[in-house]
Nanobody
């Protein structure tokens, strides 16, 4: 069992920045890849970014170049630095761990999402 606790959400103006943190505890030895998902009202939950313990990353097209995912293995913490925020980035952001990481036929990495979820943190971007 893995416990995930997010922090760092809030209200920010468009163009601003926020950093989210996700601290993992419990059976963390079983974790390779971790990711951030988000869910806006009326929309499906979507993958924002993911990272392996070795530092490989992948990003949703909508956030590439604006968001950066990083990981401190010593602290069992994953971060999501969000810059140039847009109103469409408004959502509840969830940390996820334990999913499958792979290399697709297109040559891009993918992350499927695992069974471990945090409680979510609200990010609201005002225009």
């Amino acid at each position: 069992q893995v416990q995930l606790v997010e922090s760092g959400g809030g209200l920010v103006q468009a163009g601003g920045s926020l950093i989210l943190s996700c601290a993992a505890s419990g059976s963390i030895f079983s974790i390779n890849a971790m990711g951030w998902y988000r869910q806006a009202p009326g929309k499906q939950r979507e993958l924002v970014a993911a990272i392996t313990s070795g530092g490989r990353t992948n990003y949703a097209v909508s956030v590439k170049g604006r968001f950066t995912i990083s990981r401190d293995n010593a602290k069992n913490t994953v971060y999501l630095q969000m810059n140039s925020l847009k109103p469409e980035d408004t959502a509840v952001y969830y940390c996820n761990a334990g999913g499958v990481w792979g290399l697709g036929y297109s040559g891009n990495y993918y992350y499927t999402g695992g069974p471990n979820w945090g409680q979510g943190t609200q990010v609201t971007v005002s225009s």
